[in-house]
Each structure stands twice: as structure tokens, then as C-alpha cells.
């Protein structure tokens, strides 16, 4: 998979992650944005190495999805949990 399929991935999880946990981000549109990447990332890379689930080069792949959602999951609640009571709630 190119940066690009990968860029695209992060973005979908992200958006996949932003559903699954609605809710006031610290972070706003873009954190969010952000972290879906990093986690497609993280998860693509942590299913090849602990799962031993090679990265196929192909994006549609419903593990490598499913790892990246997870890690735009994982990601989201730790920036929340870090991050998340450092503005001012109204």
C-alpha cells in the first residue's frame, strides 16, 4: 500500500472511531483527523508484528481495517483520557 492508501485509511478509521465515540474531542475536527491516521498506522503495524497478520497490499483487506479502526479507537480514548479535561467544559 502506498502513503496515500494508508493517509485514506487513517482518515476512514478516524471517521469510523469519531462514530463509534461521539462526543467533544479536545483535539476538534482536525486532532480527530489526526489520530485516525496515527492509528491506522499504529494498528496496521501492531496486527503485522504481535498477530503475526502480514500487511497485504491490499486496501481491501477487512482485517487491516478492522485494525485500523482499533487504532483510531485506542488512540482516541487515550487523547481523551490525557487531554481531554484540559478546556473548560460548558
Same mark, same amino acid.
Given at each position: 500500500m502506498s502513503i496515500i492508501s494508508w493517509i485514506v485509511l487513517g482518515l476512514? *478509521?478516524?471517521v469510523v =472511531?469519531?462514530? !463509534? $465515540?461521539?462526543g467533544r474531542d479536545p483535539g476538534g475536527f482536525f486532532g480527530?483527523?489526526?489520530i485516525g @491516521?496515527?492509528?491506522a498506522f499504529l494498528g496496521g503495524w501492531l496486527s +503485522?508484528?504481535? $498477530?503475526?497478520?502480514p500487511i497485504n497490499h491490499d486496501v481491501y483487506d477487512p482485517a487491516l481495517w478492522i485494525a =485500523?479502526? *482499533?487504532? +483510531?479507537?485506542v $488512540? !482516541?480514548?487515550l487523547y481523551? @483520557?490525557?487531554f481531554g479535561h484540559s478546556r473548560e467544559r460548558r
Open positions: 476512514i *478509521a478516524g =472511531a469519531k462514530i !463509534l $465515540l461521539p480527530t483527523t489526526l @491516521i496515527v492509528g +503485522s508484528e504481535f $498477530l503475526d497478520r =485500523a479502526v *482499533a487504532g +483510531s479507537l $488512540l !482516541l480514548i481523551r @483520557i490525557l
